[in-house]
């Protein structure tokens, strides 16, 4: 099964025109996978996945429970080597070189991601910044501030409720410097206002990286893609 890039975004209606600053550079890499497959025991949950992710793009990954999604999400983030194939960056145009992709520059932002249930808010964002970059223009304290959340900075994760936990995941996710952000399911626990801010949020971070969404056909979950591969 092959994935090529769609010839224009489906509709132009999400996010207008493309700024300067979102075209990718000459030298960016984009991101190859080749004849990827994946099992689990015996039973395999794809194979034959072969395409291409160009930089600074929006891709959409759907599927329905059970069809790959999270796991091809893991091998695209780097965190799972597919059992069989190739996943990793290239910057020639023949995707014969391809370098495995490295958790440093990329980022998973999905269910199995959890928070330190006994650290502050406060405490969460300083140990994320430890280990990784924000960037300048993407800071959480200010991308939290129009939920609230930054009013609670000195209570515990476990306290907050779960959307109040994926809002904080997701701004730490969008605002960490990364060379592709994977998100699975991110509207998941989150009302119309919370679904608001993060399509905010995420159309700042497109002007930065390539953004990867898997979904359950969950229209909240993206904007407009450049790319849509149905699993």
């Not at 091809?72 to 780097?78: C, S, T």
């Not at 996943?87 to 014969?96: E, F, K, N, V, Y």
């Not at 801010?197 to 930065?208: C, D, F, N, P, V």
Request: glycine share 8%; aromatic share 8%; charged share 20%.
């Amino acid at each position: 099964m092959s994935f090529w890039p769609l010839s224009e975004p489906q509709t132009k209606a999400s996010f207008g025109d493309r700024s300067e600053s979102m075209q990718p550079e000459a030298t960016a890499r984009r991101f190859v996978l080749q004849n990827c497959g994946h099992r689990f025991r015996n039973r395999w949950v794809f194979r034959g996945l072969s395409g291409q992710i160009e930089p600074n793009s929006h891709l959409l990954i759907r599927g329905a429970n059970g069809s790959g999604k999270s796991t091809l999400a893991r091998i695209l983030a780097g965190t799972l080597t597919p059992t069989e194939g190739f996943a990793g960056w290239s910057s020639t145009p023949d995707a014969l070189h391809v370098d495995t992709p490295s958790p440093l520059e990329t980022l998973l932002v999905g269910p199995g991601m959890s928070l330190h249930p006994d650290l502050t808010l406060k405490e969460t964002i300083a140990f994320h910044e430890h280990f990784r970059p924000f960037w300048p223009e993407l800071q959480p304290w200010l991308v939290l501030e129009p939920t609230g959340l930054t009013a609670h900075h000195d209570k515990p994760i476990r306290s907050f409720s779960s959307g109040m936990r994926q809002r904080v995941k997701l701004a730490l996710g969008l605002c960490t410097q990364s060379a592709l952000v994977v998100l699975d399911e991110p509207s998941a626990n989150l009302d119309a206002a919370g679904i608001q801010w993060y399509h905010g949020i995420l159309q700042a971070a497109m002007a930065k990286t390539t953004t990867l969404v898997c979904s359950n056909h969950r229209q909240d979950d993206h904007l407009t893609p450049h790319q849509i591969w149905d699993l």
